[in-house]
């Protein structure tokens, strides 16, 4: 009786640990899907270094940052027609407010990096970035970065 009373407990465990190692939906999210929802965006630090990203074709990437209400920030995104030449992917954003709906108006007439975009918040906010392909059939590598508007 107490052996197989040890036998249960340990398939279960050995379950339990499979479980934790090998899916991490659990948890809410897995690692590999990342971004690629507003539910799922990867968060920015304001004042942090640029970001490095990936594009798949026909996909999107969420980022986002809290924001200041009336504070200015700096949006500078850098992809394979930027300057840098760091990046390949050819890439766009757009800035959310937190019904992932509303856009925030930005200004610039490109996303690059010698073009940054700025707009103020309008309230104290979660803002979401959306980066989508140029095309859908976009892909590739990109930077992003936001910064506070001195």
Known sequence: MRLN????????????????????????????????????????????????GTLDAGKERWYYFDAIANQTYILYLDDAKSPSKNYNGYVQVAVFRPDYITRYSVSGGSHYITDPYTFTALATERIYLQITGWSTTSFGSFGLQIAVKL
């Open 5 to 52: 009373s040890i036998l249960i407990c340990t398939a279960l465990v050995c379950t339990i640990m499979s479980s934790l190692s090998c899916d991490n939906s659990i948890f809410g999210s897995s690692t590999s899907d990342s971004g690629s929802s507003p539910g799922k965006a990867i968060h920015l630090v304001v004042g942090g270094p640029m970001v490095s």
